[in-house]
């Protein structure tokens, strides 16, 4: 079982439309998550951080966080062309007692919303 | 959050030559990671750069291959050894610890391409 998997791709959605990306975890000991976008020849750029249960809103984009079922997902609404990317779910385990584990990335999601 | 660089940001090498690559960040950083992309392929962390002491590895990175300095809270360089056509990816730096906490930023990449 891969650590983070994410929901297979690619995905296409018409503009304006929600984009629902799932990504699920291995490790229960998983404190933090965060969700990246890609764009092609580019580097990643953060999105969102999620730490609790529950729902974090940002503009369009709602990352939702299930820990009892290992579950982190991101919702874009109103889904434009420019977010035509591929989308990264990274898990971070706090290693031993420090507060900086290392990110461990799912193998993305890419996203094409056409016009 | 923290304005990153690298250096170069892609080169062409041969096989068997080395190629170090430098990451320089505007504030200081408790963190800094390195990471490879393999075309096509999500990120894989090959070492935490720690300062003042010996890079931490991941599974499947030696030092011999990869050595790591961090001689500053604001810099690292990775370094290629004896390259190989394998070693063809992008090599991206990361930064964590600044006023984000735990968030990870990432630089620009370097793309290198080795024949």
């Known amino acids: 079982q891969k650590e983070v998997e994410q929901n297979s791709g690619p995905l296409s959605v018409p503009e304006g439309a929600i984009a629902s990306l799932n990504c699920t975890y291995s490790?229960?000991?998983?404190?933090?998550f965060f969700w990246y976008r890609q764009y092609s020849g580019k580097s990643p750029e953060l999105i969102m951080s999620i730490y609790s249960n529950g729902d974090k809103e940002d503009g369009r984009f709602t990352a939702q966080l299930n820990k009892a079922s290992q579950y982190v997902s991101l919702l874009i609404r109103d889904s434009q062309p420019s977010d035509s990317a591929t989308y990264l779910c990274?898990?971070?385990?706090?290693?031993?007692?420090?507060?900086?584990?290392?990110?461990?990335f799912g193998q993305g999601t890419i996203l094409t919303v056409h016009p | 959050s923290a304005v990153i660089s690298q250096k170069p940001s892609r080169d062409i090498c041969q096989r068997g030559t080395s190629l170090t690559i430098q990451c320089q960040v505007d504030?200081?950083?408790?963190?800094m990671f390195w990471y490879r992309q393999q075309p096509g392929q999500s990120l894989t962390l090959i070492a935490t750069?720690?300062?003042?002491?010996?890079?931490?590895?991941e599974s499947g990175f030696v030092i011999d291959k990869f050595p790591i300095s961090r001689p500053n809270l604001t810099f690292s360089t990775l370094t290629v050894s004896n390259m190989s056509p394998e070693d063809s990816s992008i090599y991206l730096c990361?930064?964590?610890?600044?006023?984000?906490?735990?968030?990870?930023?990432f630089g620009p990449g370097t793309r290198l391409l080795v024949l």
């Open positions: 504030s200081q950083v408790t963190m």
């Open positions: 490790d229960r000991g998983s404190q933090s």
């Open positions: 750069a720690n300062q003042g002491s010996e890079a931490t590895y």
């Open positions: 990361s930064v964590a610890g600044g006023l984000g906490k735990e968030t990870q930023y």
């Open positions: 990274a898990v971070n385990k706090r290693a031993g007692g420090t507060s900086y584990g290392k990110l461990t």
